[in-house]
């Protein structure tokens, strides 16, 4: 569920960042039109207090809505073949949407997986209700080399400009594990040009970009 924030109210995601909990999530998926293409695989990791929680990684395969595009498969190389016996989407939308009870979704280039679990949730009679930073809002916020590109930042140029590993690039959880340490390093980076909390993190995603309702 959302948590709504009201001006003077207090609330838990007005505590410094590192005392609230995260759900950092990847998709990969058939291609990238937002409204056709669908989900092939997730991952998602948990930030608490600070620190990844390896111990409640997820990770899962999804039987596609669509056909997977030459493109994608050479990116991601998830095969027709890898997907045949997957499980259907309703238990990958089960899984993301447990892990984001009571969190803040973390994703790289957030508006993309905001596109594709909005119709997942919605297909499955759910409703996407969660606050959402984006670490490529954070990169741009705190002036990396790798957010001055055209478009958005490259995650794995981003991961490398700051000083951390890029884990299993391309792989759903890889890259939730690769966009769970961008969003530590930056997170306390940014705390010194004002952005302390959750709120103030949450609130720089939202001025960012247009996000669709």
């Known amino acids: 569920m959302k948590l709504n924030l009201r001006r003077g109210q207090s609330h838990p995601l ?9 759900a950092v999530v990847d998709l990969e998926t058939t291609g990238l039109n937002l409204r056709r293409d669908s989900i092939v695989s997730y991952g ?3 930030i608490r207090g600070g620190r990844i929680i390896a111990a409640e990684n997820r990770y899962g395969l999804v039987h596609p809505d669509s056909a997977v595009s030459p493109e994608s498969m050479t990116i991601h190389s998830l095969l027709p073949s890898d997907l ?5 989407i309703s238990e990958a939308v089960t899984t993301v949407d447990q892990m984001l009870t009571g969190r803040v979704l973390v ?17 499955c009679g759910k409703r996407l209700r969660c606050s959402i930073i984006d670490t490529a809002a954070m990169a741009r916020a705190a002036g990396t080399r790798a957010s001055r590109c055209s478009g958005e930042p490259d995650l794995e140029v981003l991961a490398t400009e700051v000083g951390l590993p890029v884990v299993s690039p391309h792989h759903a959880l890889g890259d939730a594990t690769t966009t769970a340490q961008v969003f530590l390093a930056l997170a306390t980076t940014l705390v010194h040009r004002g952005y302390s909390t959750a709120h103030d993190l949450i609130e720089l995603t939202a001025a ?4 669709p309702h």
């Open 14 to 22: 007005r505590r410094p960042w590192r005392d609230v909990e995260y």
């Open 44 to 46: 998602a990791t948990i």
């Open 84 to 88: 045949r016996d997957a499980p259907p």
């Open 107 to 123: 994703a790289h280039a957030a508006w993309v997986e905001q596109a594709f679990l909005t119709r997942a949730f919605k297909a």
């Open 208 to 211: 960012d970009r247009p996000w």
